[in-house]
């Protein structure tokens, strides 16, 4: 199956820091892409979808301002915490798309990446 | 938009049972079902999937029902193994995007020797 790699895979911040996190498609071109947030023993809730070349899809209740995505290539999307607090701590996993795969259909997902803010 | 509910949240069985996961989901217009096994410290996982066209998809030890006029699915792991036990979740795509997808809460299986 295609490989999502994700990095870092846990990062610890001073509180007011920013946090950038990369999720990269290993062996296809992922167009889109997606950012999720799971808390501990909690489902994933979908923060954005990412669109290269395009601005993020953000889902309700996700402050944009506080969670930049950028797509900048078919294989790079960031997720960027700004001005972290210690309730962004938490389990950031992102995920892509196989284009060459049906739509819809399998999301191939990274290692995720543990957030925490002190 | 779309809601995907699931229960149990945890499930213990016994080894070489059956076990039943179940979800609901809200958007009429989801056409894609997909079961996720997450183990401890790990990616999540593909496991089945089954798209509206049909209402029941098996591979080995796994199966998945569909009921589309109740807006149901379940996944069903029969003889099940130590290997099982981990985070399984459903998930639908709303009507909204294709390739989106709405995870449902989890569920912690784990099996009892």
């Known amino acids: 199956g295609a490989v999502v790699s994700q990095h870092p895979s846990w990062v610890i911040c001073k509180s007011g820091t920013s946090v950038k996190i990369e999720c990269r498609s290993l062996?296809?071109?992922?167009?889109?892409m997606f950012w999720y947030r799971q808390f501990p023993k909690q489902s994933l809730m979908l923060m954005a979808t990412?669109?290269?070349?395009?601005?993020?899809?953000?889902e309700q209740g996700v402050e944009k301002d506080k969670f930049l995505i950028n797509h900048a290539s078919l294989t790079l999307s960031t997720l960027t915490v700004t001005s972290a607090h210690p309730e962004d701590s938490s389990f950031y996993i992102c995920?892509?798309?196989?284009?060459?795969?049906?739509?819809?259909?399998?999301?191939?997902f990274g290692e995720g990446s543990r957030l925490t803010v002190l | 938009g779309e809601n995907v509910e699931q229960h149990p949240s945890t499930l213990s069985v016994q080894e070489g049972d059956s076990a039943v996961i179940k979800c609901t989901y809200s958007?009429?217009?989801?056409?894609?079902f997909p079961w996720y096994k997450q183990e401890l410290g790990k990616r999540p996982q593909l496991i089945i999937d089954?798209?509206?066209?049909?209402g029941e998809k098996k591979d080995q030890r796994i199966a998945v029902t569909l009921n589309k006029t109740a807006k149901h699915f379940s996944l069903h792991i029969t003889e099940t193994q130590p290997e099982d036990s981990a985070v399984y979740f459903c998930?639908?795509?709303?009507?909204?995007?294709?390739?989106?997808?709405?995870f449902g809460s989890g569920t912690r299986l784990s099996i009892r020797p």
């Open positions: 089954i798209r509206s066209n049909v």
């Open positions: 958007d009429s217009a989801s056409n894609y």
């Open positions: 062996d296809f071109q992922a167009t889109t």
């Open positions: 998930a639908a795509n709303p009507y909204s995007s294709a390739s989106k997808i709405i």
């Open positions: 990412s669109n290269e070349g395009s601005k993020a899809t953000y």
């Open positions: 995920s892509a798309r196989d284009p060459s795969l049906p739509i819809p259909g399998e999301l191939f």
